[in-house]
């Protein structure tokens, strides 16, 4: 166990709906990060926040959107859901200068 | 062009091989330089974690860093089955909660 936690495991879905998935960060790690890892691509930098405000925006769809807590949780919604919307998600924590950690990632699946 | 390079594989070795894992990347900003390995399916897990130039050693493995040319490299000795997974590269900026930034990954295969 990493110590960051993300819910659910699997989604599947229909296109054109919304979905929510959630993060819970490590213990003391202030910085969430969303990462989108589609089928032989590399991990997407979504976004980022610190301490519940939003810190930096990579790719990140305007139909998706993301949010952090008063708790540190976070989560990302993604809405008007599309075929190609199917990929792992990773949420990861960071502390101050440390490498990410990891949660072991939401699979979407949109039919 | 990508701020971080990486050879995509699949690299595929014989059980007790040395590997040599590579990126290169383009923006000199960055200082801290650590590698991921990822198996199928599950998420990346932080292997080694480096500061600006030099080696770093670490049981079975060796992470490198070239500042002057822009070039990081993973070794891994005497390879075991259990290490086949993808391998990303990845680096950030100095100061605090920086974002990394990834390569694609390099899918590594042991054969017993």
């Known amino acids: 166990d990493s110590g960051v936690t993300q819910t659910p495991k699997h989604l599947i879905t229909a296109t054109g709906q919304r979905v929510t998935l959630r993060c819970s960060p490590r213990?003391?790690?202030?910085?969430v990060y969303w990462y989108q890892q589609s089928l032989d691509q590399g991990l997407q930098f979504l976004i980022q926040?610190?301490?519940?405000?939003?810190?930096a925006k990579g790719n990140i769809l305007e139909r998706f959107s993301a949010q952090q807590f008063p708790d540190l949780h976070s989560e990302l919604n993604l809405s008007s859901l599309e075929l190609g919307d199917s990929a792992l998600y990773f949420c990861?924590?960071?502390?101050?200068?440390?490498?990410?950690?990891f949660g072991s990632g939401t699979r979407l699946t949109v039919v | 062009q990508k701020e971080v390079e990486q050879d995509p594989g699949p690299l595929s070795v014989p059980e007790g091989a040395i590997v040599s894992l590579n990126c290169t990347y383009s923006?000199?900003?960055?200082?801290?330089f650590m590698w991921y390995r990822q198996y199928s399916r599950k998420g990346p897990e932080l292997l080694m974690y480096?500061?600006?130039?030099g080696n770093k050693e670490d049981g079975r493995f060796t992470a490198q860093v070239d500042k002057s040319s822009k070039y990081i490299s993973l070794f891994i000795r005497d390879s075991q089955p259990s290490d086949s997974a993808t391998y990303l590269c990845?680096?950030?900026?100095?100061?605090?909660?920086?974002?990394?930034?990834f390569g694609i990954g390099t899918k590594l295969q042991v054969i017993p």
């Open positions: 926040y610190y301490n519940g405000e939003e810190r």
């Open positions: 990845a680096m950030r900026k100095s100061g605090g909660y920086q974002k990394v930034t």
């Open positions: 480096t500061y600006s130039s």
């Open positions: 923006n000199s900003a960055f200082q801290y």
């Open positions: 990861a924590s960071s502390g101050w200068t440390q490498g990410y950690t």
């Open positions: 213990s003391g790690d202030l910085s």
